[in-house]
T-cell receptor, first 114, second 111 residues
Framework: NAGVTQTPKFRILKIGQSMTLQCTQD?????MYWYRQDPGMGLKLIYY???????DKGEVPNGYNVSRSTTEDFPLRLELAAPSQTSVYFC?????????????FGAGSRLTVL | AQSVTQLGSHVSVSEGALVLLRCNYS??????LFWYVQYPNQGLQLLLK??????LVKGINGFEAEFKKSETSFHLTKPSAHMSDAAEYFC?????????FGAGTRLTVKP
C-alpha cells in the first residue's frame, strides 16, 4: 500500500521555466490537495479537488494550475516559475472534505527556482 | 475564519523531560483539532485528533492533548521525551470546509 506518491523529490528550475509535480494515491480517496510549506509559515493550501473533473482554488493559487482526470492522479503545474515559488510542495488526500477526516500526505517535492 | 496559533517556533528539551507544545485556535463553530508530526524529509503524519468525543485525546508514541474550550487551547504533551521525538509538530483546526495549519514547532531533544 503506497499511499500518496509524489514525484520528483527535488527539482531546480530557472526563472520562466514550467514543470509539473506529479501526485498519485491508491486509497480511492475522493479529495486531494496541494499544499506548499515555507519556513515559519506552516502549510498553505494551493488547490484542492473533490473528485475527478472537479477542482477549486485554495488560499494561494496564483501561478499554479491543476487537473484531475482520474481519482488517483492530481498533478500540479507551475507556469513561468518565479523565485517566490521556491518551496516544499506536499500532496495529500482524504476520504471526505475536512471535518474529522484525516489527511494522508506524500513525502514532498522540494522545488528551487533560480 | 478559523485559525491556529502555535506558541514557540522552537522548543528544546532534555531526554526524559516533559514535552509541552502549545496550540491555540480560533473557530466560529465547534472545531475538529489535529496534531501532525513531520520527521526530517518526510510528509506529515497524524499524531492525534479531537472530534468532541473526549477532551483528553491519546495519540501515538505516548503523546496526548487536552481540548480546553474555555481557553481555546489544544496543547500537546508527552511525559518523557525520547530522542526519536525530534521533529516538527503542526497543530491544525478544521471545520466542515477547510483545514488550517499552524506555523509549526520544531522540537529538539538533547541527550
Amino acid at each position: 500500500n503506497a499511499g500518496v506518491t509524489q514525484t520528483p523529490k527535488f527539482r531546480i528550475l530557472k526563472i520562466g521555466q514550467s514543470m509539473t509535480l506529479q501526485c498519485t494515491q491508491d486509497m480511492n480517496h475522493n479529495y486531494m490537495y496541494w499544499y506548499r510549506q515555507d519556513p515559519g509559515m506552516g502549510l498553505k493550501l494551493i488547490y484542492y479537488s473533490v473528485g475527478a473533473g472537479i477542482t477549486d482554488k485554495g488560499e494561494v493559487p496564483n501561478g499554479y494550475n491543476v487537473s484531475r482526470s482520474t481519482t488517483e492522479d492530481f498533478p500540479l503545474r507551475l507556469e513561468l516559475a518565479a523565485p517566490s515559488q521556491t518551496s516544499v510542495y506536499f500532496c495529500a488526500s482524504s476520504y471526505g472534505r475536512s471535518g474529522a477526516n484525516v489527511l494522508t500526505f506524500g513525502a514532498g517535492s522540494r522545488l528551487t527556482v533560480l | 475564519a478559523q485559525s491556529v496559533t502555535q506558541l514557540g517556533s522552537h522548543v528544546s528539551v532534555s531526554e526524559g523531560a516533559l514535552v509541552l507544545l502549545r496550540c491555540n485556535y480560533s473557530s466560529s463553530v465547534p472545531p475538529y483539532l489535529f496534531w501532525y508530526v513531520q520527521y526530517p524529509n518526510q510528509g506529515l503524519q497524524l499524531l492525534l485528533k479531537y472530534t468532541s468525543a473526549a477532551t483528553l485525546v491519546k495519540g501515538i508514541n505516548g503523546f496526548e492533548a487536552e481540548f480546553k474550550k474555555s481557553e481555546t487551547s489544544f496543547h500537546l504533551t508527552k511525559p518523557s521525551a525520547h530522542m526519536s521525538d525530534a521533529a516538527e509538530y503542526f497543530c491544525a483546526v478544521s471545520d466542515n470546509n477547510d483545514m488550517r495549519f499552524g506555523a509549526g514547532t520544531r522540537l529538539t531533544v538533547k541527550p
